[in-house]
């Protein structure tokens, strides 16, 4: 087999060019960072555990009208995107106070928000991601008027996707970030859903007990992050229900 060549390595992915052209082959990798990877390990099992579950929501959201690069599943690891040029920016969608909000608003963590509220931060690990506003969006053209309505209605939707789905598995969403990529058609641009939805990238709270079932378990030492992982995906039937302590497989 040809060796593939790699396009680029993130904090938890690696992309290669893909078979064909217009195509992307995403890696999961079992690394997980924290902090700006300032805290940095590698967790067994996660990258399977995201691949799977990305493919899950990317699947569902492609089946509902909100339009991903989700092409196909490859095998445990990888799966097959289609190439966008992503927008430079973090979308961040919080339904409930957590994390950076909490700190810089002095709001309890845990505190429903009287409607969702979409944040941006531009993507650059080395000024660490920093939050920004529409006008240094327009300022700097990183996106145009139409697109910023286009973004915030994608958000919006798999926001309400995201919680509904989440809600019938006992499950509150707290939050969660997704990267936005264009594709072009001709001369003819439309934004679509890119990178992954997995735990890494949405905070996910029990509903009964507040456990946190997200990268928090990590970045907070708060127990085992693989557990956590395969409880969501557990939940949601990407795992099969088993007896006893056997160890659980994911469904192909």
Request: proline share 4%.
């Amino acid at each position: 087999m040809a060796r593939r060549k790699k396009i680029y390595e993130g904090k938890a992915k690696i992309l290669y060019e893909g078979p064909e052209p217009g195509t992307i082959v995403q890696y999961f990798k079992d690394d997980a960072t924290a902090f700006n990877a300032e805290k940095m390990a590698t967790i067994e099992g996660k990258g399977v555990l995201n691949n799977r579950l990305s493919e899950f929501f990317m699947t569902g959201l492609n089946n509902v009208g909100v339009p991903t690069h989700f092409m196909r599943r490859l095998n445990m690891r990888e799966q097959l995107v289609r190439a966008c040029e992503i927008v430079p920016l973090e979308i961040i969608v919080r339904n409930f106070a957590a994390g950076s909000l909490s700190k810089r608003l002095g709001i309890e963590e845990g505190t429903a928000l009287p409607r969702p509220i979409v944040e941006y931060c531009y993507k650059d690990d080395k000024l660490g991601d920093p939050l920004v506003t529409e006008e240094h969006i327009a300022a700097f053209g990183w996106a145009s008027q139409q697109d910023m309505d286009d973004i915030l209605s994608l958000a919006l939707r798999v926001n309400d996707y995201l919680s509904g789905l989440m809600y019938g598995v006992g499950i509150k969403l707290i939050d969660f970030k997704i990267e936005i990529g264009r594709v072009y058609d001709g001369d003819f641009q439309r934004l679509i859903v890119a990178d992954e939805i997995s735990p890494d990238s949405c905070r996910l709270w029990d509903m009964e007990t507040g456990a946190h079932l997200d990268k928090d378990v990590f970045r907070r030492d708060l127990g085992s992050l693989t557990d956590a992982y395969t409880e969501v995906a557990r939940r949601l039937g990407v795992l099969p229900k088993t007896n006893g302590h056997t160890k659980p497989t994911l469904i192909n």
